[in-house]
């Protein structure tokens, strides 16, 4: 994509861009059968727009790997310079396979792990002050 926008800058003739006029190309993909993923880079070519959400990244490159919509893919560290972004994406085959090696922070990422809200931390730590002020007044009242 990059040679067909340099030749065209060369022969000054016009581009066809994208109508969301954003380029994605994976030149490295690695397989990592021990884990059933692939790792891969993604370049991400937006010509004068900004940075691409995320979503609209990640549809893009689901077309161009052809991935099923149920396979989980993890986008991460876009770095921006320019009109292009680099970043890194993984894809496993299954989702389970994705829950038994990945933390949960990723998990939430990719939509698998449902977002859970945690309150017992709360009610165990306003537990501990009542306990610990019921404390001081039992010491107080032992030295008197």
Not at 4 to 28: C, E, F, Y
Not at 67 to 72: A, I
Not at 93 to 114: F, H, N, S, T
């Amino acid at each position: 994509d990059l040679a067909i926008l340099v030749q065209a800058m060369k022969t000054r003739s016009t581009v066809v861009v994208p109508p969301h006029g954003v380029t994605i190309t994976t030149p490295h993909l690695e397989r990592e059968d021990s884990f059933n993923r692939t790792k891969f880079v993604v370049n991400v070519l937006h010509c004068r727009q900004p940075k691409p959400v995320k979503p609209l990244v990640a549809e893009l490159v689901r077309d161009r790997l052809k991935l099923h919509p149920s396979c989980p893919l993890y986008l991460s560290k876009f770095r921006t310079a320019g009109f292009n972004s680099r970043g890194f994406g993984l894809v496993y085959d299954r989702p389970e396979d994705a829950v038994k090696y990945e933390p949960g922070y990723k998990l939430k990422k990719m939509g698998i792990a449902a977002n859970k809200i945690h309150t017992g931390g709360k009610k165990s730590h306003a537990a501990k002050k009542i306990a610990n002020v019921n404390k001081g007044k039992k010491l107080a009242a032992k030295k008197k």
